[in-house]
């Protein structure tokens, strides 16, 4: 059985959060998991490489991804698969993660949830979109922690002219 975060609980934490950014309530430092946090620079980076293997072995072997538009993704190689059909349709340049809401509910499990920006190129015009995920990961026996989770959808798309 693999440890899992209340996604719930998650969303809460990242609603909650985004709410008193809104009121102008000063933000308190977020609290980062350095080896999550290498993760997260790691995707970022793999991403605007459009590297689908490399991403996919960001996520533990039986994870499932939730994104916004697309069937569900259940495993390493369906996640490969269904971001090189997305690399096919638009090719990935640029991926900015920011993590509002950092959870470490034990030594090798956490929640993270925030909002990204990515930008992609379609028929030779950028793409942007701008949305809010939220994931959960745990750390393996060798100490690296890989998704576990991961649910994301767009608030807001343009399309440069």
């Known amino acids: 059985m693999r440890p899992t975060i209340s996604l ?16 102008g309530a000063p933000a308190a430092p977020l609290k980062d998991i350095p ?3 290498a993760t997260r620079a790691s995707y970022m980076r793999l991403y605007a490489a459009g590297d689908a293997a490399g991403l996919a072995m960001l996520f533990s072997p039986d994870a499932t991804v939730d994104e916004f538009g697309a069937p569900r993704m ?11 059909a997305a690399f096919g349709m638009q090719t990935p340049k640029l991926l900015e993660i920011v993590p509002v809401s950092v959870t470490e509910t034990s030594s090798t ?53």
């Open 109 to 161: 499990v956490a929640a993270e949830g925030g909002t990204y920006h990515q930008m992609d190129t379609a028929k030779g015009k950028a793409v942007h979109i701008w949305g809010r995920y939220v994931i959960s990961a745990a750390k393996d026996t060798a100490g690296t922690w890989h998704l576990q989770y991961l649910m994301g959808f767009p608030d807001s798309t343009k399309t440069d002219k």
């Open 8 to 23: 719930s609980l998650a969303v809460v934490l990242m609603t909650g959060a985004a709410h008193l950014a809104a009121q």
């Open 35 to 37: 080896g999550l946090a």
């Open 74 to 84: 259940k495993g390493r190689a369906q996640i490969e698969a269904g971001l090189k």
